[in-house]
């Protein structure tokens, strides 16, 4: 009963091992340099190496196969490393690339570099070294390519927000020059492309009086790190007067210094205009209820007085609301 579980246990690793593994493609016209490097690198569990003889061959099994990292002779037959590296970038394969050869001419390694080889290493030596070289070079290179695919990722989520956002997205210097805008942004300011915005300031977008204000607000921002809900009169190009919300962020390089700031406006124009309806209408009511030549009392669920109107303040006796507001109202008669 013992055995099976052993051969399970041992068979669920080697899965997980072999799923997790560099898969390598290893091209060179040698085949006993392809052997003693298959066999080096395989020695580590986490390499995954398949051979090929020469560029052409490569490229069927590319066809097939996505591997992680492809490592490669430069000088063979037919086509060389370098070609072969030139016609997968113009394909739009980016899978790391490292040249692995003999022949260390630097306008080779320059020219590797530039058409975008992740790194270049040489095949003499002691073979520990050259192989651990190359194995640390493989790793690095798979490492890079993940990060760079995570930071992808999240900048197409992120760019996906900026232009499907309904509320208008500028990205700004640390002077307020606007570098970067969202489709809702230019159209809100009255611009009809993005380009006519760019490079406009930010304060030229908030009315006169609360510029001084915004100057502020943006210098809280930049040691905070946020500001939200700061409402401004806005106007757009043609100098037509809107209202907005604004929440800014700063935005910081790779060493955590601030570069600039992002900002989200969310047009609030009827909403504000339904606040001062509802504030003028407040005020007509309470002109009416003042004004009342009979006595108008307001009291909560609870029974308690919220507010009285001068009739009925004289129908108690009482010179203002401070002497009974907050009192039971079934307490009245027993009130002065």
């Known amino acids: 009963m013992v055995e099976p579980i052993v051969e399970s246990s041992t068979e669920t690793v080697l899965n997980v091992a072999k799923a997790e593994a560099i898969r390598v493609l290893h091209v060179d016209d040698d085949q006993i340099c392809l052997k003693i490097a298959k066999q080096c690198l395989e020695m580590q569990s986490e390499f995954e190496v398949d051979t090929a003889s020469s560029v052409n061959e490569a490229l069927e099994k590319l066809k097939k196969t996505d591997y992680d990292v492809i490592v490669s002779d430069y000088q063979m037959p037919g086509k060389d490393g370098l070609e072969f590296l030139e016609e997968l970038r113009e394909k739009g394969n980016t899978v790391p690339f490292l040249i692995f050869t003999g022949k260390g001419r630097e306008e080779i390694v320059m020219k590797a570099l530039n058409l975008g080889a992740s790194g270049y290493f040489a095949k003499q030596g002691q073979p520990e070294t050259v192989y651990g070289e190359l194995a640390y070079g493989i790793r690095q290179a798979t490492k890079r390519k993940k990060a760079e695919m995570k930071m992808w990722e999240r900048e197409e989520r992120l760019r996906?927000?900026?232009?499907?956002?309904?509320?208008?997205?500028?990205?700004?210097?640390?002077?307020?020059?606007?570098?970067?805008?969202?489709?809702?942004?230019?159209?809100?300011?009255?611009?009809?492309?993005?380009?006519?915005?760019?490079?406009?300031?930010?304060?030229?977008?908030?009315?006169?009086?609360?510029?001084?204000?915004?100057?502020?607000?943006?210098k809280k921002t930049l040691e905070q790190g946020t500001t939200r809900n700061a409402e401004y009169t806005l106007l757009n190009k043609n100098g037509e007067k809107f209202w907005g919300e604004l929440a800014a962020s700063i935005v910081k390089d790779l060493l955590g210094n601030p570069v600039g700031f992002v900002g989200v406006i969310r047009d609030v124009t009827e909403r504000k205009k339904a606040e001062q309806t509802l504030?003028?209408?407040?005020?007509?009511?309470?002109?009416?209820?003042?004004?009342?030549?009979?006595?108008?009392?307001?009291?909560?669920?609870?029974?308690?007085?919220?507010?009285?109107?001068?009739?009925?303040?004289?129908?108690?006796?009482y010179d203002s609301e401070e002497g009974i507001v907050g009192k039971p109202f079934t307490e009245l008669k027993t009130m002065r």
Not at 282 to 301: F, H, M, Q, W
């Open 160 to 218: 996906a927000v900026f232009h499907s956002s309904p509320d208008a997205i500028t990205v700004s210097d640390l002077h307020g020059n606007i570098l970067d805008c969202s489709e809702a942004a230019w159209k809100m300011f009255g611009f009809s492309s993005k380009e006519e915005a760019i490079g406009k300031s930010s304060f030229d977008f908030i009315g006169e009086k609360e510029r001084q204000e915004a100057l502020e607000n943006l």
């Open 279 to 317: 504030k003028e209408s407040e005020e007509k009511y309470r002109s009416l209820v003042e004004l009342a030549p009979d006595g108008i009392v307001a009291v909560n669920t609870e029974g308690i007085i919220t507010s009285a109107n001068r009739s009925f303040l004289r129908l108690v006796g």
